[in-house]
DNA sequence: GGATCCTTCTTCTTCTTC
């Protein structure tokens, strides 16, 4: 097992063990307290001392119990079985974690006074131009893709193989295609509502309210008390290029998300993605684009925040994690060792 | 008109009592 798995274990333990403790005190005094003080009888003495519980009370607590329990199939557990299934897993080398050139995020050359980036006019939206830099200039998405570390690819290996013996190769292709088809409409809809939150009132005029398909009235409905504090949107789905470092991307929208320049990315997600860490990759993809941006001459302005929306289907509360700019850096310097591995690969 | 590109997602938990 290696370190950071066994910190990982040890950490889990700890928070757990605390939980119980702390609930198994709490369901001694429950337990005393109602034995001592009422006429039940011996038969009714005997019945377990949960039904003193007040199990509605305990629910959140029991799960978060059940929920940091330690698994037992950790990575190597499971690589070793499945290894024995589908065959051995390829490692490659661990990557270093500081990049060789540490390129700053921010592009001295290109500061601009405050008055230069005041809001107002129309978003900008740089269509990518199919075809151009075909082969030479790598985008954000496929470096990420082809970077990706072996127990990150044996994770999914592992579950696209799960969903095909569920639902079929050809019930899997529909599956993946029908959660790129929401995640398409989802940001489609997002944009067209997106201009109104530039007004004083986000969509104070009904007529202009714009049809949102009845399939992602859900994620519409997740993410309006965030786009209740998005103003001045500055870029939509616009194409962004790091003029020093050679890659591309299509960021989703660059706006104020409560006062603060962000870069903004849309996710719709099937399960509930609370902790920044559940979004695995995605804080290094707005970090891509935050450099990118930065180093654009398109753009007259330099962004340090970002900020990931992920959106649900059954119209619950989005989580909007924001990556203040420290967090923006941290961020830059993984991509940056993301990408200095893409590149030694060719 | 056809081919290609960038995205769109997917992972790191499944307990056993009442």
């Given amino acids: ?68 329990r330690v698994s037992a199939q950790t990575p190597d557990i499971l690589e070793e079985q499945d290894a024995q299934i589908y065959g051995p897993v390829i490692k490659s080398p661990t990557p270093s974690k500081v990049p060789k050139i540490l390129h700053p995020l921010i592009n001295q050359d290109r500061l601009f006074e405050f008055g230069e980036t005041e809001l107002g006019g129309a978003p900008t939206r740089i269509i990518l131009r199919r075809g151009q830099d075909r082969g030479s200039v790598p985008s954000v998405t496929r470096i990420l893709q082809e970077t990706m ?50 007004k004083e009132v986000p969509g104070e005029d009904p007529e202009e309210a714009p049809e949102v398909p009845s399939s992602v009235e859900g994620y519409m409905e997740s993410v309006r008390h965030v786009l209740e504090d998005v103003r001045g949107v500055r870029a939509i789905e616009s194409r962004v290029q790091h003029e020093k470092l050679g890659y591309l991307g299509i960021v989703d929208c660059v706006a104020l998300y409560r006062g603060v320049l962000c870069v903004i990315d849309w996710k719709t997600s099937e399960r509930s993605k609370p902790f920044l860490s559940n979004t695995y990759d995605n804080p290094l993809q707005v970090a891509a684009y935050v450099g990118a941006l930065n180093n654009d001459v398109n753009y007259n302005y330099q962004v340090e925040n970002g900020l990931i929306v992920v959106a649900y289907k059954d119209g619950s509360p989005a989580h909007p994690h924001t990556l203040s700019s420290e967090q923006v850096l941290q961020y830059w310097e993984r991509w940056l060792v993301r990408l200095e591995e893409y590149t030694e690969r060719r």
């Fill in 1 to 68: 097992m290696r370190l950071h798995q066994l910190l990982r274990c040890a950490q889990r333990v700890e928070e757990s063990s605390r939980v119980v403790s702390g609930l198994f005190s709490h369901c001694t005094r429950t337990s005393v307290n109602t034995f001592s003080t009422s006429n039940v009888s011996p038969a009714r003495k005997k019945s377990s001392p949960y039904s003193s519980v007040d199990s509605g009370r305990y629910s959140s607590l029991f799960k978060s119990v059940v929920s940091h």
């Fill in 149 to 198: 570390s072996p127990e990150q690819q044996f994770y999914l290996e592992r579950w696209r193989r799960k969903m095909i013996a569920q639902l079929g190769e050809d019930g899997f292709k529909e599956y993946s295609q029908n959660l790129f088809r929401q995640g398409k409409l989802f940001h489609t809809a997002v944009e067209s509502v997106l201009p109104l939150t530039t």
